[in-house]
């Protein structure tokens, strides 16, 4: 599986992106994308994720009611449409498969991952 992460850039605070993540081979062995991202010193953390058998989804108390995920399954792609944009926001945001059992909060279960994209939120 091939993971092709996109739409990050430069914003200024309480502005919005939308990135997407676009997936790629054999697809069919996953069953969750997740979107997790790492600020420069700081361990990667979970920020959202989204079946893409049911379209349930999850989010990290500090992004619930700003951010959304969602997944348009005939082009495999799923995104994530943040507002409300914060300073603390800004840091490298990956997508992941998921193919494995186990709590969705942790890279663990993801085993395969796109490149990451940039977002900077100035304030």
């Known amino acids: 599986v091939q993971l092709q992460a996109s739409g990050g850039g430069l914003v200024q605070a309480g502005g919005s992106l939308r990135l997407s993540c676009t997936a790629s081979?054999?697809?069919?062995?996953?069953?969750?994308m997740g979107w997790f991202r790492q600020a420069p010193g700081k361990e990667r953390e979970f920020v959202a994720w989204?079946?893409?058998?049911?379209?349930?989804?999850m989010y990290a108390d500090s992004v619930k009611d700003r951010f959304t995920i969602s997944r348009d399954s005939t082009k495999n792609t799923v995104y994530l449409q943040m507002i409300s944009l914060k300073p603390e926001d800004t840091a490298l945001y990956y997508c992941g498969a998921q193919n494995r059992a186990g709590p969705r909060t942790l890279q663990g279960v993801y085993g395969y991952w796109g490149q990451g994209t940039q977002v900077t939120v100035s304030s």
């Open positions: 081979g054999r697809t069919f062995e996953t069953f969750g």
């Open positions: 989204i079946s893409t058998i049911t379209s349930t989804s």
